[in-house]
């Protein structure tokens, strides 16, 4: 085995982890109650309480790519989160992230599951070994330049 093959596997291993973690941190929060779902919402929470917020998910799937708005909207609330040191990431399966929310419907109507904010007072974060795991995966990224780092949620 080579080095890159070894490095590899510790990546995909690593990933796996992080996105085991994700889902733990947003089934616990969403049945606390600390989940903000949908763009305008989580611009509209930001706005009031940006010290609240723990972690923003920003999700896409392959048809999002072409939407123009949708990608201003993004920048935007990634320069928000930058400037106000909340971790970013980026998941590229809705369909899967609708299943871990509970199925992506409130009242009977399609939930906008683009942007996710996961709010939580910082003195309880040291405390959840997931959102841990999760902010330390965001810290790491960053010192290698990726400010934005993409999980994959696979399909259960």
């Known amino acids: ?24 941190v947003l089934s616990a929060a969403l049945l606390q109650g600390r989940i903000t779902v949908g763009v305008y919402e989580a611009a509209k929470s930001l706005n009031v309480d940006p010290d609240n917020v723990v972690l923003c998910i920003l999700a896409t799937d392959d048809e999002d790519v072409k939407d123009v708005a949708l990608q201003i909207h993004f920048t935007l609330i990634q320069a928000f989160c930058c400037e106000n040191d909340v971790d970013i990431l980026r998941v590229n399966n809705t369909r899967r992230l609708a299943e871990i929310l509970g199925g992506g419907k409130q009242g009977g109507e399609q939930m906008d599951l683009h942007c996710v904010l996961v709010t939580s007072p910082r003195a309880s974060t040291a405390k959840n070994q997931a959102l841990w795991k999760v902010n330390h995966f965001c810290h790491e990224s ?12 696979p399909e259960r």
Do not use: G, H, Y
């Not at 596997?9 to 690593?14: G, K, N, Q």
């Open 1 to 24: 085995m080579t080095f890159e093959e070894l490095n590899a596997d510790c990546s995909v291993e690593r990933m796996d982890s992080v996105s085991k973690a994700l889902e733990e």
């Open 142 to 153: 960053r010192c290698m330049d990726q400010w934005v780092p993409v999980i994959n949620l």
